[in-house]
């Protein structure tokens, strides 16, 4: 057991991956002889060598096109893209090529590769380097999505993303990379599709993601010794596949749930599991869902700004202390 | 290529570089292909087909160029106007028509439908229906090659208009500098869709001009001659395969039809079509095999035996039942599911 940064779990599960098999190959700009923009693949090139740790040109689309290549004829590519708001330069493979090719195909052939790629704002980059993206990714039927939030499930959930037969889109949390805990020695491979709970609680469910999930733990402290409100965290993990049980099961206990996202207002991963969870636990609820995002704006790159935007502990604690002392919303 | 009138009888026959079975191998793709397309035509005015559907009529010696210079191992990757080189890696017709009218026959019993055909047994990886996706996927198949030392090669088809598109620049740098196993084969038909691609490009040669930006020979061919296309690919081939890196080939040529079955082409300006008729690839290689020994009766042969199984496989298609309602929800996930949550 060690502590490790979120930023050196990359770079222990994709080397556990590598040493496993050598069909795994890894690129991206600036992630072998740089190790990356966020540090987050240093070593991965002396270790595996340049032929299986390779630096790109500034081409996305290459990048992400040659990873599906290389990953419909037998390797097991994890590609880079830098910044996730990037996504949207190579939205075609994530959108039309990955998630269709084994469907329009009737089986023939299938994309087992990663995208890993650095989500999420409080870094003070502005509008076009800080966006959650999550639920871009979230809606396209035969994508897989994870968004871990502590160093050893980057671990292990890049272990199960390389070894899952989809393609998986790994989004790390760049407010995370400097983050650390305690992660095992050893193998470790976890289970895409498994939400956790991290705290136990009675009164209420709130479920965040990446980021959101240690404001949400900072936050339900607070309802506790402050308010008396005792609530369960649960950390979504994965947002396809969707681990809807452990979700409808804390809910049937606590009878009221609310979201964390840190994703615009519209279409937020919460949506959809405040959509099932009203069409399939209504009479388990005691009051309305609630969620709690960022507002529907372009991320200002100002700090105060941004702090104002993303949702904080204090903003949680604010929001579901009113909502569950009565006030409508 | 130089014709027989230039050459000293018997001699340029024994010189000949093309074997005469190739000749008439060459031959029977190209009139199989047109039959088989022609055939998809019609069955797309009885309403048999539907959809869309973009044929390569005028455009088959190409195909048949290509493929003849493939090993087994290689891969195609081609674009919606895909029948021709799917056909041309020896993929049955009836499944390529039986997929054209998304029955359960098809390649891939109706879920792909005709801008996707695919037959991986055959090593055809994917027809590609967002312009210039491909080009970087087959970058991504050759440098697994690369990297596992196989000697296959990727070979990537796409059209004139796709050189404007991001992904062909970013393939074509991306092959260069890793000296990939790929060949990009540009088919130059004058038009994208239904705008001469000279009105909008900054070059003559749309794509051999551009590939020299990239450190590549630049190489304009004569695309309606299949014998031609054979010898360049040949040479690209190889030299992909001894690790000599990427090449660019600029296919001249020219649709005959419109850009899909909706287009009826009256943007071409007159005797355009007619002059291309003229060179038109498959009398251009009828002409050639007379000309090289091959008996008439071995040619009519051969067309007669094309004309059969484009019927037969038209009836196997007919008789064949649509795809069945359980496939509507298969294949999403590699668990053969589409199941996103518990
Ligand atoms: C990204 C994208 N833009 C536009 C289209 C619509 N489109 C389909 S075919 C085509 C023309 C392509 O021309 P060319 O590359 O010359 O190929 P050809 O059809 O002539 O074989 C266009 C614009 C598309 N499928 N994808
Ligand atoms: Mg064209």
């Excluded at chain 1, 600036?30 to 987050?40: I, N």
């Excluded at chain 1, 708001?85 to 089986?107: H, Q």
């Excluded at chain 2, 992904?167 to 991306?174: D, M, R, T, V």
Aim: aromatic residues 6%; hydrophobic residues 40%.
């Amino acid at each position: 057991m060690a502590e490790l940064t979120y930023r050196d779990a990359v770079a222990r599960g994709i080397a556990q991956e590598m040493e496993r098999d050598s069909n795994v190959v890894f690129l991206g700009e600036d992630v072998a002889r740089a190790g990356g923009v966020f540090k987050a693949t240093v070593g991965l090139v002396d270790r595996f060598g340049p032929l299986r740790v390779r630096d790109t040109p500034i081409s996305e689309q290459a990048i992400l096109g040659a990873a599906m290549g290389a990953a419909m004829t037998g390797l097991r590519p994890i590609a880079e893209i830098m910044f996730a708001d990037f996504a949207a330069v190579c939205f075609d493979y994530i959108a039309n090529e990955f998630p269709k090719l084994r469907y329009m195909t009737n089986g023939q052939l299938g994309c087992p590769l990663v995208v890993r790629t650095g989500n999420g704002g409080g870094a003070r980059f502005g509008a076009q380097h800080s966006q959650s993206i999550e639920n871009w990714t979230m809606m396209i039927p035969g994508l897989k999505v994870v968004a871990p939030s502590s160093p050893v499930d980057v671990v292990g959930l890049m272990a199960a993303a390389v070894r899952d037969d989809n393609p998986v889109i790994f989004h790390e949390h760049k407010s995370l990379y400097a983050t650390k805990s305690e992660v095992p020695d050893g193998e470790i491979v976890d289970t895409l599709g498994t939400a956790k709970i991290l705290r136990p609680g009675r009164d209420a469910t709130i479920l965040a993601l990446a980021l959101m999930v240690p404001r949400a733990l900072a936050a339900a402290e607070t309802l506790a010794s402050e308010h008396g409100i005792d609530c369960e965290v649960i950390d979504v993990r994965s947002l396809v596949p969707l681990d809807t049980q452990t979700i409808l099961n804390s809910v049937a206990r606590t009878g009221r749930l609310f979201t964390v996202e840190e994703n615009p207002r519209l279409c937020g991963w919460g949506a959809e599991i405040a959509s099932i969870v009203a069409d399939e636990a209504f009479w388990d609820l005691d009051g309305p869902i609630v969620r709690i995002t960022t507002p529907h704006i372009p991320l200002p790159a100002a700090d105060h700004l941004e702090d104002l935007a993303l949702p904080s502990a204090p903003r949680i604690v604010e929001r579901i202390a009113r909502v569950m002392n009565g006030a409508r919303r | 290529m130089t014709s027989k009138k230039d050459r000293d009888g018997e001699t340029a026959l024994k010189n000949d570089d093309i074997s005469p079975d190739i000749r008439q191998e060459l031959f029977r793709l190209q009139v199989e292909i047109r039959d088989c397309e022609k055939r998809a035509n019609d069955l797309f005015f009885q309403n048999m087909i539907k959809g869309t559907s973009h044929l390569s009529l005028g455009q088959e010696a190409i195909a048949a160029g290509m493929a003849m210079a493939m090993q087994p191992g290689d891969k195609s990757f081609c674009t919606y106007r895909g029948h021709a080189h799917t056909l041309a890696r020896g993929v049955p017709m009836e499944k390529v028509l039986g997929e054209l009218m998304l029955r359960d026959n098809g390649l891939m019993r109706g879920k792909g439908g005709s801008m996707h055909l695919t037959s991986v047994e055959h090593g055809v990886m994917g027809s590609y229906a967002i312009i210039g996706a491909h080009l970087p996927i087959a970058c991504g198949a050759a440098w697994r090659a690369q990297y596992l030392g196989q000697d296959d090669v990727s070979v990537c088809f796409f059209g004139d208009g796709t050189t404007n598109i991001g992904a062909f620049h970013e393939a074509l740098n991306f092959a260069a500098i890793w000296k990939l196993p790929v060949v990009f084969v540009c088919e130059n038909n004058l038009y994208m869709e239904y705008t001469l691609t000279s009105e909008i490009t900054a070059v003559e040669h749309p794509a051999a001009d551009r590939a020299s930006a990239y450190g590549l020979e630049r190489i304009v061919i004569d695309g309606n001659d299949a014998d031609v296309v054979y010898r360049t690919a040949q040479a690209a081939f190889a030299k992909a395969r001894s690790g000599g890196g990427p090449s660019m080939i600029e296919c001249m040529t020219y649709r005959h039809s419109g850009h899909s079955r909706a287009d009826p082409a009256k943007y071409r300006p007159p005797g355009e079509l007619e002059r291309w008729l003229e060179k038109d690839p498959i009398k251009i290689y009828r002409t050639r095999l007379a000309e090289f020994g091959v008996p008439e009766a071995r040619i009519r042969a051969i067309e007669e035996e094309s004309k059969r199984k484009v019927d037969e496989a038209t009836e196997v298609c007919k008789a064949s039942p649509p795809a069945p309602a359980e496939l509507l929800t298969t294949d999403v996930y590699a668990d053969g599911g589409w199941a996103w949550r518990n």
